[in-house]
């Protein structure tokens, strides 16, 4: 089922994947992608840093949001302490940005670290992409970085929020 257009991603199905799943591959070939071109070659290197178990539950989870069975965004989250997740991977498909489809994301990931056991998220983006910072800062995440700064002055901006 397709959500109605300018709908925030209501229509498509979460599915939880392994990051080697088939249905996982869009998102990081598109995610390295766009790393490398915002931030150089080195930046292929943030897609291998972890084993692919990080993503596993009882500890981590990889969702997607599929639409028609295609994926169009996902993001996963990993344990950073006893009760902390911290997200990585956001992705949304370069031909369905601007749908909300990123906010479902992470309001879908919450929900799966809230049932996990995780009180908080911790997470950072790059200062080269204020999409994703102005994505954190709308979802009630707080910086923990000065925002009057020039971003690429201050390297990763971390953000947190405590769940409920």
């Known amino acids: 089922m397709t959500a109605p257009p300018g709908a925030p991603g209501l229509g498509v199905e979460v599915r939880r ?3 080697d799943d088939p249905l996982a591959e869009p998102l990081v ?13 080195e930046a292929h290197e943030e897609m291998t840093r972890y084993p692919a ?22 993001g996963a989250y990993k344990r950073y302490d006893a009760g902390t997740a911290e997200v990585k991977r956001m992705w949304t498909h370069s031909a369905h940005r601007r749908r909300g489809l990123a906010t479902r ?4 990931l919450e929900r799966a670290a809230v ?3 995780y009180r908080r998220i911790f ?3 790059g200062p080269r992409q204020p999409e994703a910072r ?6 009630g995440y707080t910086p923990l970085f000065d925002v009057t700064a020039d971003p690429l002055t201050i390297g990763p901006l971390p ?4 769940l409920r």
Do not use: C
């Not at 994301?105 to 879908?108: I, K, P, Q």
């Not at 102005?134 to 979802?139: F, K, P």
């Open 53 to 74: 178990d990080s993503w596993a539950e009882p500890h981590g989870v990889l969702l997607l949001l599929l639409e028609d069975g295609e994926p169009v965004a996902g």
């Open 159 to 162: 953000f947190e929020k405590h």
């Open 17 to 19: 994947v392994g990051i």
């Open 29 to 41: 070939r598109e995610l390295t992608e766009e790393y490398v071109r915002r931030y150089g070659p």
């Open 123 to 125: 997470l950072t983006t």
């Open 115 to 117: 049932a996990a056991g």
């Open 134 to 139: 102005g994505l954190y800062l709308a979802n």
């Open 105 to 108: 994301v992470l309001a879908e």
